[in-house]
């Protein structure tokens, strides 16, 4: 088994026409998630599986599994896979490599006649990027998705019953689609950063997925004359707001290296060129790999707008989002990993990723874990986002491996 080898020509073939479906002028694509052109890429998917002699399955999430019978089906399924949905002018690398190692692992099983102990789903998770809600499909896979959630949504509620039409499901659907037959899960993914590039390493081994809290802050000054109110005695909100942003930046970088903080979205009120700010709002979003650093993060950055505010005698208030929470990834998995790693003569490392996945969800269910193969500078979610074709069959192949790992691990 450790000589099998996917078909790489059928596989990058495949990788370039999916780039086609919702292609932009800039060479990226757009595929949001139940629009007509993720629509248009879960068709593909669905006839490369019948081609493939494997079977479909569509949940009532609108996940898409490409499926692999063991012999005789046993009552857990090891599942791998990603997703077909882009951010808007997205990369053809984010998600879809994902899935398309783990269908042409299961697609190189059934050309070889290999039927496994445990059966195999090579899964198309229903917006992992949001375009709706964030992780909606595996969420829902795992019994997380709440009819609450679903009132919550980015979109109008025509548009999301439009667009649930559209690819079969409906709300009801989409909360009753827990699953309790699944053994584990394994997903791979460009690394959007680049640590391996910067050292020349193969493979990077998912040890924990950041948990990632948002705040919406707010400081409340006075408004006032621009040009009569004298310098020192304006209670000026943006003031204070941009001593917050630096003082942030560097207390992280100081303090809680790895994590990071981010302020995405900053607004002034009444907003006007001779207006002292009375009212600065700003976004906040902060990630780290542990729920204590987490904590203390939050802590410290809300002490900090404190201290920020005193100095300008402004008040504070703010509303906590809810929290996507901090996932360790499974020992057994990364060790499958590993192991088909050092068979197939890869270079690892473990990491921490600093971006949400599927994998979170999964987590809570089942033993999961990921792995990264190189981003190219480091570029995502944007048409520059590059993958060698040597990197893609790399991590073709390490799927395939892993997934006979495991097999025999837990069969």
């Known amino acids: ?51 493939a002699g494997l079977d479909y399955a569509l949940d009532g999430a609108g996940n898409q599994s490409a499926i692999l019978w063991s012999d005789p089906p046993s009552d857990k ?19 879809a490599l994902g899935l398309l190692v783990a269908f042409e692992a299961l697609r190189t099983m059934k050309d070889h006649g290999i039927r496994p102990k445990l059966t195999l789903e090579a899964l198309n998770f229903t917006d992992e990027e949001g375009a709706i809600m964030g992780l909606m499909g595996s969420r829902a896979l795992v019994g997380q998705l709440t009819a609450a959630d679903l009132e919550r949504s980015k979109i109008a509620p025509e548009e999301l019953s439009k667009r649930l039409e559209a690819a079969g499901i409906s709300r009801q659907s989409l909360l009753g689609a827990r699953r309790d037959d699944v053994l584990a899960w394994i997903e791979l993914h460009i690394e959007q950063g680049t640590r391996l590039e910067d050292g020349n390493i193969d493979i990077g081994v998912v040890d924990a997925i950041v948990g990632i809290r948002s705040l919406k802050l707010s400081l409340h000054g006075e408004a006032a004359h621009a040009g009569t109110k004298p310098m020192r005695q304006r209670r000026d909100a943006l003031w204070g707001a941009a001593q917050f942003v630096l003082r942030a930046r560097q207390h ?59 100095e ?91 997934l006979l790992e495991l097999i025999d691990t837990l069969g």
């Open 252 to 310: 992280v970088m100081d303090n809680y290296s790895p994590g990071v903080c981010n302020i995405g979205m900053i607004g002034a009120k009444p907003g006007a060129f001779n207006i002292v700010p009375a009212q600065v709002d700003l976004a906040l979003e902060f990630r780290h790999g542990s729920a204590e650093e987490m904590d203390a993060m939050g802590a410290d950055l809300l002490g900090l707008l404190e201290e920020c505010a005193s």
């Open 312 to 402: 300008y005698d402004l008040r504070v208030s703010f509303e906590e989002t809810p929290a996507v929470h901090p996932a360790r990834m499974s020992e057994t998995v990364m060790s499958a990993i590993e192991r088909a790693a050092a068979a197939l003569g890869l270079s690892h490392r473990r990491m921490l990723s600093f971006a949400g996945h599927d994998s979170q969800s999964l987590a809570q269910i089942c033993p999961a874990a990921m792995f990264f193969v190189p981003s190219a500078r480091g570029i995502s979610h944007n048409p520059a986002e590059f993958t060698s074709a040597a990197n893609c069959v790399n991590g073709a192949n390490l799927m395939l491996h892993t």
């Open 1 to 51: 088994m450790l000589m099998l080898k996917i078909n790489e020509d059928r596989f990058l073939a495949d990788l370039r026409e999916l780039a086609l479906i919702g292609a932009t002028a800039e060479g990226g694509v757009s595929r949001p998630a139940l629009t007509i052109h993720d629509l248009e890429a879960r068709n593909w998917y669905r006839r490369r599986i019948a081609e």
């Open 77 to 95: 399924r090891i599942l791998a896979g990603s997703h077909l949905d882009s951010v808007p002018n997205g990369g053809s690398y984010d998600g």
